[in-house]
């Protein structure tokens, strides 16, 4: 069930982890056996708005409409 999440967390984030990767940013999500991993990496002075933003996007996912990525 994990791995569907992780990949259904992926193709929603897709678009906005594009532009961060153009800002050097990047995120990543790894299931583990008994917890998620989250990992973001980039520069110091943008990193706290990326980490909000990323978790604000995972929070909103619960309520978007995810139906496009299963076509």
Known sequence: FVILWK???EEYLREYNYQASC???SFGVAPMYDNISFNW???NDT???FIEETTRRIK???EADLEE???
Do not use: C, E, V
Request: glycine content about 6%; charged content about 10%.
């Open 41 to 43: 990496s980039g520069f």
């Open 7 to 9: 990949k259904i967390l």
């Open 47 to 49: 990193m706290p708005l």
């Open 60 to 62: 909103q996912m619960k």
């Open 23 to 25: 800002a050097n940013l």
């Open 69 to 71: 990525i299963f076509n």
